[in-house]
């Protein structure tokens, strides 16, 4: 301080560099989490839920806040699941929590290129990252072409995720009878399960 005022001159260089850390570290845990292409308006804010879809926005908020460690949601195609799973994420995302969006035929198919022999040996770190990620989103299970390999992987994703009391969101088109019996087993031991049975989700 000099004659009576304040110099700011120093604090106002610091403010920047914490936005600037601040905006990397955002922009490092959103590639990080893999969203889908053109999902950017996939928001709690833009999800417009019709009669019977309200279930659905009030479960997703809980997860988004920590008082709901699991989510299944079932319901037919055009429902808004996709558009759920990724607002969780970005709802993770802006606290600084690093969050994982899976395609379930995707994540697959990235496990098996780093299985495969003769591949960059990136499978354990794969495997790993899906394994702890404190959320992890699994986006239209049943969907995959099921193996023996494939479920397994499936299964002791979810086996392990509920030993360590990590988030998991699961979205999918099937009953849960049409899943395999292991994972379907803990979805109903674990958590909230909305399903829905309205007319498709049109969005704005």
């Given amino acids: ?21 601040k905006r990397e570290k955002m922009q490092s845990l959103l590639s990080w989490c893999e969203l889908p292409p053109e999902t950017e308006r996939m928001t709690f804010e833009t999800f417009r839920p019709g009669r019977g879809l309200e279930e659905i926005l009030t479960s997703a908020r809980r997860v988004a806040t920590g ?32 969050a994982r969006y899976a395609y ?8 098996r290129r780093g299985y495969q022999p003769g591949s960059d040996g990136s499978f354990d770190a794969r495997y790993d990252h899906f394994l702890n990620v404190p959320l992890l989103v699994f986006d239209d299970l049943g969907t995959e072409n099921s193996t023996p390999w494939a479920q397994e992987k499936l299964d002791t994703l979810v086996d392990y995720r509920l030993m360590n009391k990590l988030s998991l969101v699961v979205t999918t088109n099937l009953s849960l009878d049409k899943l395999s019996t292991r994972i379907a087993s803990r979805l109903m031991r674990n958590g909230k399960i909305v399903t829905v049975n309205t007319p498709e989700y049109h969005k704005e």
């Fill in 67 to 98: 008082e709901l460690n699991w989510l299944t949601i079932i319901s037919e195609v055009n429902h808004g699941k996709t558009h759920i799973a990724v607002a969780i994420c970005r709802e993770w995302l802006k606290q600084g929590k690093a």
């Fill in 1 to 21: 301080m000099e004659n009576g005022k304040a110099d700011y001159s120093r604090i106002e260089p610091c403010l920047c560099q914490k936005d600037r850390i």
């Fill in 104 to 111: 379930v035929p995707l994540l697959l198919e990235e496990l």
